[in-house]
């Protein structure tokens, strides 16, 4: 049989891309049957000790160095063609891809796979809970190295910020200078990968936050799984 010939003879998964603004990263996915979850913590070996050795020269700025790390993330190995032949119901993917060229590389390996094309599912707050948004932006923070959302008052200690999950820490002024480019990015590239998404007439869900509970991480984490069974 040749390797396209085993390929075809898998089962196909539903592909959902999970799009949600790093600062409501805070949830805790539970394993669930059958879904297979890719996000970050995937990579976090590779991207750690790229994150170690740059904090022993740093020779260029934080952002600049993300975002090297960021595009190199996937699309240069074989992770992506792996992930696509899971043979689990659900393939979620979370905040990947990251941009419309992730969005372009990956439908390359779905259509490789002969895996049907993905639904887009974005999380995203509405005018009614701009205040709470606005609210948790200034009491979290975001670690570069796992892109998880913490609370400020519990992670940055004499303008420094220790994550929990990674024990990586960064000087406040640099963690925040890029969350803040963070943000700005995340939600421009976004919104190109809506618009392509939209065009290329792929399936999009919206999630929206329009209830001040729909921001605690249980409730959240709770409907979104829902949704996601749904799929
Ligand atoms: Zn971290």
């Not at 020779?59 to 160095?65: G, P, R, V």
């Not at 796992?146 to 200690?157: A, D, F, G, Q, V």
């Amino acid at each position: 049989m040749t390797e396209k010939q085993s390929l075809l003879a898998r089962k196909k998964s539903k592909i959902v891309l999970l799009l949600i603004n790093p600062i409501f990263n805070y949830i805790t996915w539970k394993e669930e049957p059958k879904i297979y979850y890719y996000s970050l913590h995937n990579l976090i070996v590779d991207r750690k000790e790229k994150l170690m050795a740059w904090k022993e020269q740093k020779s260029n700025d934080l952002i600049s160095l993300m975002e090297k790390i960021n595009n190199l993330a996937i699309s240069s190995n074989e992770k992506l063609r792996k992930i696509l032949e899971i043979q689990e119901s659900k393939l979620i993917f979370i905040n990947y891809p990251r941009s419309k060229e992730d969005l372009q590389e990956l439908e390359k390996w779905i259509r490789f796979a002969d895996q049907n094309p993905p639904t887009l599912l974005l999380v995203h707050f509405t005018e009614k809970t701009k205040e709470i948004f606005a609210e948790l932006k200034n009491t979290s923070i975001i670690c570069p190295l796992c892109e998880r959302s913490w609370k400020k008052e519990l992670t940055i200690k004499a303008g420094t910020f220790l994550c929990p999950a990674d024990e990586i820490s960064f000087s406040q002024n640099e963690i925040e200078k890029f969350n803040e480019h963070l943000f700005t990015d995340h939600t421009k590239k976004n919104i190109e990968i809506i618009e392509y998404g939209k065009k290329n007439k792929y399936k999009i869900l919206q999630r929206e936050l329009s209830l001040p509970t729909d921001f605690e991480s249980e409730i959240l984490q709770k409907s979104l799984q829902e949704q996601i069974n749904k799929i």
